[in-house]
């Protein structure tokens, strides 16, 4: 199959490539820099240069495709610290979508699109969330919500939801690593009250295997959980942290909180335990890699200032 991918050369994409090329696939992967493009040609991809803006160009890639694999995000948008920085690169997301879904109108070619399982606390649910949990609208949910729709219109859609910690030795921007730049600039570890809100978690090798068990074999219109853990206590991370860097770890009041987090406080308080039973069961996928506390013993994490 040949497979486009947006996202190629990030973290999740640099692992979803040799997984599809070692199961047989080509892959054509997006670029919107020289130093992508370097990166996917020496892991053996094809490249189409261009950018989530492109919309022309996405539905083209996607048409000459059998398959789309979705992983490019604007986090610098979302993350920019201006109120409305999620909703914008949710609305970049959401275009993206529509174009590389509208290419594939009638075809019944896969279309994989990447989700979040911290959606759906963040919107309000604290309970453990399954495959069959969905919100009506919001921001990148209505984008997960177009997805699924796309079925009736002839695309093999699906939605992965990554477990806000996809953790390996190939993170390095995302939360965790946010994490322990965020306990090294204060000084000190900490948790909000008893710290027994969780997050699930999935090492990247383990959701980049899934990418593919979806691609390949995924009914229309379905939701999966990249979830090898269900959830791994918040004061667990905190403490392992601490712990390797050799600093304090302190519980924290509501009120003290926002001070220690910034811009991440939304995150530090979450609490959004998941379920991938469904995902194992259908998919047959079943993790084998390191837990999110085990690759927080390893120096990877720690290893810049």
Not at 50 to 65: F, I, M, R, S, Y
Not at 119 to 133: P, Q, W
Request: aromatic share 6%.
């Amino acid at each position: 199959m040949k497979v486009f991918v947006t996202g190629a050369s990030g973290h999740v994409g640099s692992a979803v490539v040799p997984e599809l090329l070692n199961a047989g696939h080509t892959v054509v992967g997006l670029a919107r820099s020289e130093g992508a493009e370097a990166a996917l040609k020496a892991a053996g991809a094809a490249v189409w240069r261009g950018d989530l803006e492109n919309l022309d160009g996405l539905a083209k890639a996607a048409t000459e495709a059998d398959g789309v694999i979705h992983l490019a995000y604007r986090h610098d948008l979302a993350f920019s610290g201006r109120p409305e920085g999620f909703a914008e690169a949710a609305q970049v997301d959401l275009a993206a979508v529509k174009a590389m879904g509208a290419a594939l109108a009638g075809t019944h070619k896969p279309l994989v699109i990447t989700s979040g399982t911290a959606l759906l606390s963040l919107h309000g649910e604290a309970r453990k969330v399954t495959e069959a949990d969905f919100l009506p609208r919001g921001p990148r949910v209505d984008c997960e919500n177009w997805a699924v729709g796309l079925a009736a219109q002839g695309v093999r859609s699906a939605v992965v939801r990554l477990a806000p910690s996809v953790h390996s030795t190939l993170d390095h921007h995302g939360f965790l690593a946010m994490l322990v730049a965020l306990v090294r600039k204060n000084g000190f570890a900490a948790y909000v009250g008893t710290g027994d809100n969780a997050w699930n978690a999935v090492h990247t090798l383990d959701a980049a295997r899934l990418y593919r068990l979806v691609l390949e074999g995924a009914p229309a219109g379905t939701r999966w959980h990249a979830v090898a853990e269900e959830e791994v206590p918040f004061r667990s991370i905190a403490e392992a942290i601490g712990t390797t860097l050799g600093l304090p770890i302190r519980s924290l009041t509501p009120e003290e909180a926002p001070g220690y987090f910034g811009g991440f406080l939304n995150f530090g308080q979450m609490h959004c335990p998941a379920s991938g039973a469904q995902t194992r069961a259908s998919l047959g996928w079943t993790p084998t890699h390191n837990t999110l506390l085990e690759d927080l013993a390893l120096p990877h994490y720690f290893s810049k200032a």
